[in-house]
């Protein structure tokens, strides 16, 4: 269902290292997960998504890892960079509920020179 | 993806007053769009579902008559604020359904009721 975080997580991090953004959801019935990035100011944007049908899926320089077993999924953000520093959030789609999406607490990711 | 353009990026209102938020979907015809609120240093909270010609779904706990949506064509929803208070100061973010699948989100809209 639709999570809201009373503070954000963060998570710092040197440039160039790798970083690994985690997300817990407790519907047993969402089947089709996306991550978002989110810098100040601006709307969410799309970085990668996984269907409950899978367990990995990879784009460029990120990796998303589902469990759903625990009801886990991660982001791994490989070689991070400045430009990595962002709200990272991780959206839900339940079945059979429609085609909403819901968010999770999000995780500020800040990248240190 | 989709591009979609929420105007205006801010606003300052009085309270008692209402404000309208447009939010458009410039490539491809939207039959769904979703209207989100954010406030500082937290997640994004579902508001709606806006249904192309027909009523908008709430989530729990949105007053339906406080937040209006209207989605009277493919590329055009609105959310409209009314008798703004101040406590209705906050990030409003749109976003459009391509398939049924990925969400793509507008700019936000910064309203501050004063």
């Known amino acids: 269902g639709e999570s809201v975080g009373l503070h954000l997580p963060t998570l710092s991090v040197q440039e160039g290292d790798n970083s690994i953004i985690n997300c817990a959801y407790s519907?047993?019935?969402?089947?089709?997960f996306i991550w978002y990035k989110q810098e100040s100011g601006k709307g969410p944007q799309f970085i990668i998504d996984?269907?409950?049908?899978?367990d990995k899926r990879q784009g460029q320089r990120v990796t998303v890892l589902l469990n759903k077993t625990v009801k886990h999924l991660s982001l791994q953000i490989a070689a991070t960079q400045p430009g990595d520093s962002a709200v990272y959030f991780c959206?839900?789609?339940?079945?059979?509920?429609?085609?909403?999406?819901?968010f999770g607490t999000g995780t500020s990711l800040t990248v240190i020179p | 993806g989709a591009v979609v353009s929420q105007h205006p990026s801010r606003v300052i209102c009085k309270s008692g007053t209402s404000v309208k938020i447009e939010c458009r979907s410039l490539?491809?015809?939207?039959?769904?769009m979703f209207w989100y609120r954010q406030f500082p240093k937290q997640s994004l909270m579902l508001m709606a579902t806006?249904?192309?010609?027909?009523?908008?779904?709430?989530e729990q706990g949105v007053e339906k008559d406080k937040f209006l949506i209207n989605h009277a064509s493919l590329t055009l929803s609105t959310l409209t604020v009314t008798s703004a208070h101040p406590e209705d100061s906050s990030f409003y973010i749109c976003?459009?359904?391509?398939?049924?699948?990925?969400?793509?989100f507008g700019q936000g809209t910064r309203l501050t009721v004063v």
């Open positions: 996984i269907r409950s049908n899978m």
């Open positions: 519907n047993s019935a969402s089947d089709y």
């Open positions: 490539d491809f015809q939207a039959t769904t």
């Open positions: 806006s249904n192309e010609g027909s009523k908008a779904t709430y």
């Open positions: 976003s459009v359904l391509q398939g049924n699948t990925e969400a793509f």
């Open positions: 959206a839900e789609n339940i079945r059979g509920t429609g085609n909403q999406f819901y």
